[in-house]
């Protein structure tokens, strides 16, 4: 089992940053891929950035160039960087963690939402 712990997330105004967090625990020896996730209300959760154990890192391409993606091994923490916000990545945002046997776990979700 692998436990995930979600922080950051808030109202920001539109080109503003947020940086989103998520400490891992447990079994996380196990963990081959740490990632974020996002659900806007009427729309299906969807890929935002992921990065593996080996560092490959991938984006969804509405957020290339302005989200980052990054870790700490000592902390077992996963960051995600968001710059240049727009309204439209208003959503929950979800912490996710996939070990080699293509088992996921998540986060309760955090919300940022992007409005003036």
């Known amino acids: 089992q692998v436990q995930l712990a979600e922080s950051g997330g808030g109202l920001v105004q539109p080109g503003g940053s947020l940086r989103l967090s998520c400490a891992a625990s447990?079994?996380?020896?196990?963990?081959?891929?740490m990632g974020w996730y996002r659900q806007a209300p009427g729309k299906q959760r969807e890929l935002v950035a992921r990065?593996?154990?080996?560092?490959?890192?991938n984006y969804a391409d509405s957020v290339k160039g302005r989200f980052t993606i990054s870790r700490d091994n000592a902390k077992n923490t996963v960051y995600l960087q968001m710059n240049s916000l727009k309204p439209e990545d208003t959503a929950v945002y979800y912490c996710?963690?996939?070990?080699?046997?293509?088992?996921?776990?998540w986060g309760k979700g955090t919300q940022v939402t992007v409005s003036s």
């Open positions: 996710n963690s996939r070990n080699y046997a293509q088992v996921d776990y």
């Open positions: 447990g079994s996380i020896f196990s963990i081959y891929a």
């Open positions: 990065i593996t154990s080996g560092g490959i890192i």
